[in-house]
T-cell receptor
Framework: GAVVSQHPSWVICKSGTSVKIECRSL??????MFWYRQFPKQSLMLMAT?????????EQGVEKDKFLINHASLTLSTLTVTSAHPEDSSFYIC????????????????FGPGTRLTVL | AQSVTQPDIHITVSEGASLELRCNYS??????LFWYVQSPGQGLQLLLK??????LVQGIKGFEAEFKRSQSSFNLRKPSVHWSDAAEYFC??????????????FGTGTLLAVQP
């Protein structure tokens, strides 16, 4: 149980284009989803937290107009990198949390496999 | 502020040797603590977690970790390392409060190499 998928697993795009990454919780309802960014050989940095039906909360320094997050349902969140540039190239990982509805998983996040974005 | 420190950036051990990866945290209350493993180009897999109760927790793949409140530590151990254990290991602390939203703060990771 508690499987999270991401699509696509990798994407290459031209500078100036927008890219959408999907994060799905396959067998549970995710009240909260998180988006992380990971640079090569570095740790995960939280970009934003999204609750279903609400606006995402962005971490300090993350441009909300650059990284658009939508959490329209309890099983799907999307991250859109708008007008991508080479410096946006990174590994993007999402996670999903069922929240208090499932006590044994309280405060636990389940991670997707990640999406490798390369902007040329 | 919450923080997690993994003092060892890179560790090399011989296959069959024991392993201990260090993790220290800073948090005002009893935290939720996690160890994750990441293989190259992959997402994170949960090895084990501590929420409360017994301070020695058992995880998958033969790993264990011990929560020591007095030392603010949550070190990961394995008695005999296998070549397939070579990966990046992340310690994380989660905020403990009543609410649907929670955050994980990750350490910088320890890259484990296993020599034959």
């Amino acid at each position: 149980g508690a499987v999270v998928s991401q699509h696509p697993s990798w994407v290459i795009c031209k500078s100036g284009t927008s890219v959408k990454i999907e994060c799905r919780s396959l067998d549970f309802q995710a009240t909260t989803m998180f988006w992380y960014r990971q640079f090569p050989k570095q740790s995960l940095m939280l970009m934003a937290t999204s609750n279903e039906g609400s606006k995402a909360t962005y971490e300090q320094g993350v441009e909300k107009d650059k990284f658009l997050i939508n959490h329209a349902s309890l099983t799907l969140s999307t991250l859109t990198v708008t007008s991508a540039h080479p410096e946006d190239s990174s590994f993007y990982i999402c996670s999903a949390s069922p929240g208090l509805a499932v006590r044994r998983s309280y405060n636990e996040q389940f991670f997707g496999p990640g999406t490798r974005l390369t902007v040329l | 502020a919450q923080s997690v420190t993994q003092p060892d950036i890179h560790i090399t051990v011989s296959e069959g040797a024991s392993l201990e990866l260090r993790c220290n945290y800073s948090y005002g209350a009893t935290p939720y603590l996690f160890w994750y493993v990441q293989s190259p180009g992959q997402g994170l897999q949960l090895l084990l977690k501590y929420f409360s109760g017994d301070t020695l927790v058992q995880g998958i793949k033969g790993f264990e970790a011990e929560f020591k409140r007095s030392q603010s530590s949550f070190n990961l151990r394995k008695p005999s390392v296998h070549w397939s254990d070579a990966a990046e290991y992340f310690c994380a602390v989660g905020a403990r409060y009543g609410g649907a939203t929670n955050k994980l703060i990750f350490g910088t990771g320890t890259l484990l190499a296993v020599q034959p």
